[in-house]
């Protein structure tokens, strides 16, 4: 127990801004983050495996998961359902650690208009450009065509909502990004309110100064400055 509830770190951007590289590297360089795997009902891409992208459910087991409360927040994005189960990151909360999302701003709203809104910080992470937006979707080689143009219609939805985030950031170039989205956690981190432990070290550094002032306080009978 760190003595604080953990952060719930939203991350969003239109497909192609460098989000899910933001959140490995953010992983990277704090392994203590735990990153929320959400529940989706589209079909896996090459590469990727159940339970480490994604929960990959059919709409049925997925609508179950929303009629029995076990999403923390849930929305539509490319026709497909995509959601993050409730309970892994209430207990991770709990014991202190942080949770990253990387889900889009129908889930930030709602994460944000929740209960846990206290604890939430929210990055959005913009392209330079919606040419270097298209070249980063087609060089990734992920989709098809058809799939891409959907993205890029998406995109522009997306980027609509920038301005709901606490954080912004342009990704012109991932290894500055990088630093921008630590120094972000960082800086939350350290927030006073986050910090509860802190009452009790200012209380043992008061005492301390009482100790020396004890020690260091002038003899009755010394003879007065003048
Ligand atoms: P992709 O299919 O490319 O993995 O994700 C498509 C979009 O869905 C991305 O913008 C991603 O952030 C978003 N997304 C992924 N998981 C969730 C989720 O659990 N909730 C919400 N609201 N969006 C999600």
Redesign the pocket.
Known sequence: MRGRRGLLIIL?SP?GAG?STLARRLREWDPEIQFSV?A?T?APRPGEVEGREYYFRDRATFQKMVEDREML???E??GNL???PKKSVVEALKQGIDVLF???W??GQQIRNSLRAEDTVSIFVLPPSIAELERRLLTRGQDRGEVIDKRMARSRD?ISHWAEYDYVLVNSDIDRATEEVRAIVTAERLKRSRQPGLIELVRDLNSEFEERSGEHAPAEDSPPNR
């Open positions: 969003s497909s989000k959400s989706t589209r927040e849930h929305a994005v490319f995509y959601g993050s990387d889900i889009d129908q889930g997306e």
